[in-house]
Every structure is written in C-alpha cells, then in structure tokens.
C-alpha cells in the first residue's frame, strides 16, 4: 500500500474518530454545565480542542488524497465539500445561543438535507475500487446509518445527532478501506506506484508461441526426414520361366532324368556285352 495513502487514511480515521469523542463531550458538557465550576470549563476547551484537531486532520487526508490517488475527481470534490459542510454545521451548533434566523438546530428539514448529502458524498466512496462486493456492501451500510441519523429530531435531539452519527459512519468507512488494502481485497491507483507487470503478467500466450514454434521445428524435422531417406528399390519380377515350378522340384526333376538315364546305360550294358562275346566265337 502506497504511503501517503496510508497515512491519508489512518488521518481519515482519526479526524471522524476525534469528531465522535466531540459529540460525546458536548454531550457531556451539556448535562453537567455550571457556569461556576471549573469542570465545565476544562470540557469546553478540550471539546474545542478536539474538534479543531479533527477537521485539521480531515484537511491533511483531503490534502494527501489529492496528492496521490490518481483521478478520482468526484471522490476528492466531494469529500472536500463534505468537511466545508461539517464545518459551517458545527460552526452553527456552537454559535446557535445567538440569534441567527437562518438556522434551526431542531429542524428536521434540515437533519434530512444534511443526512442525505453526507450519504451522496459516502456513495462517492465506491469508485475508489467499484465492482467489489466487500467494498460495496460497507458502503452501503454506512449509507444506511448516515440515514438513519435523521431520526434523531424526531426524538427531540439537535442536528448535531447526525453530525454525530456521520462521523461513525465515516469512520467505519475509512477502518474497512485501512483493511481491505492491507489484505488486498481493493485496490487504488496512486501516483508513484510501480507497474505491476509480475501480477498482471500472463504466460499463457508465451506458452502458445513456444508451442507453435516446437510444431513448426517438428515440421520441419519430418520434412527434411521424408526427403533425405532413399526411395524403396522396385522388386523385379519374376520371369515366365520362374512362375513354374520352385527350385526344390527342378532339381527332383533334373535328378531323377539323371537317374533313369544312368538306369537305362546299366540296362544296356549286358546285352551289347552279349553281342561281342557271340560274333567273337564266330569268328
């Protein structure tokens, strides 16, 4: 989390929380005031002190939100016009024992305008880091108790009732964002911050070209393959000659008419024998 912002925040928060112990020791005062008692007195001026504290504290977040959120101009003018507006209120609470026709600390006109413009300026809020659920319903109730601060004239209580309750509000508001930007469920864009090129880094497009590039090695790899190996040698066929008989059977062939050739010289043998031995008693 960016520093400023941090510290803007944690500013935030302790100028709500300061306008919240305020609330408590006006009423405080207010049940035990005697005018004689040094009390009273020592309340008054730490009532003031704190609530001087407090808007000087909302004035440095204002200050440090400026200086680094990055756009978010709605969110910076309204939660500006919203510290003028608590100002002049408090302003008017305290100066209200003087005649000043123009300001009714019991009107409920007022508590309505006055509640529903603190919820414009707490709506605001959401486009720090919109379209987060968490975020969103925080909002949305610190929208309700801001509105519900109203209520308070009807009961009998003064305006400063929904000063009072915007302040919770308020500060409930800032804790969640304090919170959520540590656990990194928001995130808002400051000036300063360094690109987050590792988070939103992606390997899944490198990892297809990478694959694209080992097909098209593998390709090539089978291609060069296909052309260096040789073509198959044509078997010849065999001749007329051969489609007969196998070679076994020629030579059974061969060598049985050797057989019967050898078979018939024996046979004739004897009997030219014969013939000698008779013309030779002839003669």
């Not at 400026?66 to 305290?94: G, P, Q, S």
């Amino acid at each position: 989390m960016h520093k400023k912002l941090s510290l803007g925040i944690n500013l935030a928060l302790a100028g709500n929380l300061l306008f919240v112990l305020f609330g408590i020791i006006c009423y405080w005062f207010q049940k035990i005031y005697d005018p004689d008692s040094g009390f009273s007195a020592f309340l008054e001026k730490t009532a003031y002190v704190t609530l001087f504290s407090g808007f000087i504290a909302l004035a440095a977040a204002e200050v440090l939100l400026w200086r680094t959120v990055r756009m978010r101009t709605a969110v910076k003018v309204a939660f500006a016009l919203y510290i003028i507006m608590e100002a002049f209120m408090m302003y008017c609470e305290l100066n209200s024992f003087k005649v000043m026709s123009f300001y009714d600390p019991y009107s409920m006109k007022l508590a309505i305008l006055h509640a529903v413009l603190s919820a414009v300026v707490c709506f605001a809020f959401v486009y720090l880091d919109p379209y987060k659920t968490p975020y969103e319903v925080t909002i949305i109730i610190c929208i309700g108790v801001i509105l519900g601060g109203m209520f308070g004239n009807l009961i009998g209580i003064r305006v400063y009732f929904s000063i009072l309750v915007n302040a919770i509000a308020f500060s409930v508001l800032f804790f969640a964002i304090r919170i959520m930007l540590k656990r990194e469920i928001i995130e808002i864009d400051c000036y300063g911050d360094k690109a987050r090129v590792a988070e939103y880094k992606s390997v899944f497009f490198e990892e297809e070209v990478d694959d694209d590039e080992d097909e098209e090695e593998n390709e090539a790899t089978e291609a060069s393959a296909e052309v260096s190996e040789p073509e198959p040698e044509k078997k010849e066929r065999p001749s007329t000659e051969d489609k007969g008989e196998p070679a076994g059977d020629k030579e059974k062939s061969s060598g049985g008419s050797q057989n019967k050739k050898s078979g018939q010289e024996k046979k004739s043998n004897p009997g030219q024998r014969n013939n000698r031995k008779k013309q030779h008693k002839k003669k």
